[in-house]
């Protein structure tokens, strides 16, 4: 049988790479930029892809989250928290002091700010992956350093001059695996990922629509509003909340919401991974198999 495909930003030694090696039975396939990764799933040219999602420090990868809403029609299938830890990557006998050039992705050098800060005589460049960074610094014969993850020094050769300098510790990304279509299975500790288009900006609207899930008694784990790209203060809401479209609340929230407000797209519904993760589905079930034995009992004593 024939692995999947799972397309990823690289080359390799991304942290993309490092995360798309946890998942079992796959082929890794490294992209150029996240964009040709979704690109590359809608077209079917990969079964899949993990692209990053959120950052613990930086937030939300704008390139993910602009493309799942705008650009594609693609459906979150399950998510990999994955810790980071942020080195300085030079060739054997480079010091921080010799270092003339720093590069590295966009948010991996946000996440380092105060130690390059002490890099005052480095010049700091941003290259379209941690990885791509460090095959440039194996390339060149000067004295450069990137910053990425020790699995990028080890494939380009590169020796670790300074470990975990990011600025803030317990720092994480989570990644999303994306699909063509397909809703991955309720497991009772399930995530929801929606965007919310308004026809209107009226007064009250978003707390109309926050109305819908407070009244519900879900959970709202983020909320963030994107610019729609039509025009200076025009902007949607991404939405992420506990519960899967299979549940009937759920269903009945999102159809009350496409029915009575906004225009919804669905961006999928995945299982919450993360420490605590597992005991919290089998305390779900369990409770959802108490009130099914519950209910039955009720039932049971309803006069013919």
């Not at 300098?165 to 999303?176: E, L, S």
């Not at 009250?204 to 509003?225: H, M, P, Q, V």
């Not at 992420?240 to 269903?251: K, L, N, R």
């Not at 669905?266 to 919290?280: C, H, I, K, M, N």
Request: hydrophobic share 40%; proline share 4%.
């Amino acid at each position: 049988m024939a692995l999947a495909r799972v397309g990823y930003l690289g080359p390799e030694g991304s942290f993309s790479h490092e995360a798309v090696l946890t998942l079992a039975d796959v082929e890794p396939v490294a992209c150029a930029s996240i964009a040709d990764v979704l690109a590359g799933v809608a077209d079917g040219s990969l079964d899949s892809g993990l692209v990053p999602l959120e950052n613990a420090i930086e937030g939300t990868v704008s390139a993910t989250i602009d493309g799942l809403v705008f650009d594609y029609d693609l459906v979150i299938e399950r998510e990999v928290v994955l810790p980071i830890h942020m080195h300085l990557l030079a060739k054997a006998g480079v010091t921080p002091h010799d270092v003339t050039r720093v590069s590295s992705y966009v948010h991996a050098l946000a996440q380092v700010r105060g130690y390059l800060a002490g890099l005052s005589h480095a010049q700091i460049e941003q290259t379209t992956s941690t990885s791509e960074a460090a095959r440039e610094v194996a390339e060149s014969s000067e004295p450069w350093a990137a910053v990425g993850s020790k699995i990028a020094g080890s494939l380009f050769g590169l020796e670790i001059i300074a470990a975990d300098i990011a600025d803030h510790p317990g720092n994480a990304t989570r990644f999303v695996e994306v699909g063509r279509g397909a809703i991955a299975a309720p497991t009772g500790n399930d995530r929801t990922s929606i965007v919310c288009f308004q026809d209107a900006d009226r007064p009250g609207s978003l707390y109309g629509i926050l109305g819908r899930f407070a009244a519900r008694d879900i959970n709202l784990t983020k909320l963030e509003s994107r610019p729609t790209k039509l025009g200076l203060g025009d902007y949607c809401f991404v939405i992420e909340f506990d519960g899967h479209v299979g549940d009937d609340i759920i269903g009945d929230c999102l159809a009350d919401l496409q029915a009575h407000l906004v225009r919804v797209k669905f961006l999928g519904s995945y299982p919450v991974t993360g420490e605590g993760s597992a005991d919290r589905r089998e305390e779900v079930g369990e409770a959802r198999r108490s009130a099914a034995k519950w209910i039955t009992s009720l039932r049971g004593r309803i006069r013919d």
